[in-house]
């Protein structure tokens, strides 16, 4: 199983940026794909993004498209989620997780390994 480590996370102004990162370890997830997803306080965790085994099938929630990216470094076990013109509704902890396809993804019940501790992000309005 992969054990995965989020981190980056912070306080930043609407409008702002920032840049969250998550690490594998145990196990090379360079063969599945990985997504980012969040759970702003009492609510239910949410896809946000995900992207294929070699970072060629991407997809994003309406809500951050045109201004999250998600990108992977597969030598580095690491998944990256670059947000850009944060919106105080974007305030959440986000979560990684990998998954057999990024579309599965969309649904947080398909990711495959057991959720980190989450890296928190709050967007001041």
């Known amino acids: 199983q992969v054990r995965l480590e989020e981190s980056g996370g912070g306080l930043v102004q609407a409008g702002g940026s920032l840049s969250v990162s998550c690490a594998a370890f145990g196990r090379a997830a360079s063969d599945r794909a990985m997504g980012w997803f969040r759970q702003a306080p009492g609510k239910e965790r949410e896809f946000v993004a995900s992207?294929?085994?070699?970072?060629?099938?991407?997809f994003y929630a309406e809500s951050v498209k045109g201004r999250f990216t998600i990108s992977r470094d597969n030598a580095n076990n690491i998944v990256l989620l670059q947000m850009e013109n944060v919106r105080p509704e974007d305030t959440a902890v986000y979560y990684c997780?990998?998954?057999?396809?990024?579309?599965?993804?969309?649904?947080?019940?398909?990711?495959?390994?057991?959720w980190g501790q989450g890296t928190l992000v709050t967007v001041s309005s």
């Open positions: 997780n990998t998954g057999w396809a990024g579309e599965l993804l969309i649904n947080p019940l398909n990711a495959l390994d057991a």
């Open positions: 992207i294929g085994w070699n970072g060629e099938e991407i």
